[in-house]
């Protein structure tokens, strides 16, 4: 019997040391992309459109509060066109690297984040709203194959069972590249968007030695 007590109590202790020590989680991730252009938009009466977001991500949180996450995700955004009777649909992948501080303690069951870093985009459709392509032929493309943005925002990591979170955030992406390939326009991405994520533990960096060990 009390063999039987210290191995039940060891057997705590490794997993509380584990559950401490896992600091990097993966999951899926779904949201809301709501798009516009900014730029030379007068002579397109170009409105706000919204779309979906899906894919996934990483996250790296540290005792200290700053962390660090990564995703890759296929976003809609583009705009509604000629007082609305038309869509640019530009469908991206698009990989954010963000600088993420979470507020509160290690280890608490609610922390607040916010979070902010670039991103690329990686232009895979432009269609209309008929489904039609919009982006020329392979030798006169009408849209850039990338573009560079930044985004910003803010959300709540939340542990709703043991080592598993819900992540919730509201994001601002600003495009800096001119969408369209002819110069003598000039479009920029513009979206707001609000996601939702489902996290699992990964394993454990540690940062002093720079190794990853998984579970």
Known sequence: MKNCIILVLALMLCTVHAQAQENVSVGPVVGISIANFRGDVANTFTDWKPGITVGGFYNY???TGFGFSGSVLFTQMGAKTFNKADEVNLNYIQVPLLATFYFGQYGDRLRPKIFA???VNF?????????????GTKDNRIFSPIDLGLTFGAGLNYQIMNKIWLNFDARYGLGL????????????NSNW???????????TYNKETGKFKTR
Do not use: C, H
């Not at 432009?126 to 039609?132: F, M, P, S, T, V």
């Not at 590249?177 to 920029?188: G, H, Q």
């Not at 968007?193 to 394993?203: C, D, E, R, T, Y």
């Open 193 to 203: 968007g609000v996601n939702l994520g489902l996290s699992f533990p990964l394993g």
């Open 123 to 135: 232009l895979v459709g432009a269609k209309n709203k008929d489904g039609d392509n919009i982006n």
């Open 61 to 63: 949180s540290s005792k």
């Open 117 to 119: 870093g670039p991103n």
């Open 177 to 188: 590249f001119n969408v369209l390939r002819n110069n003598n326009s000039k479009l920029k």
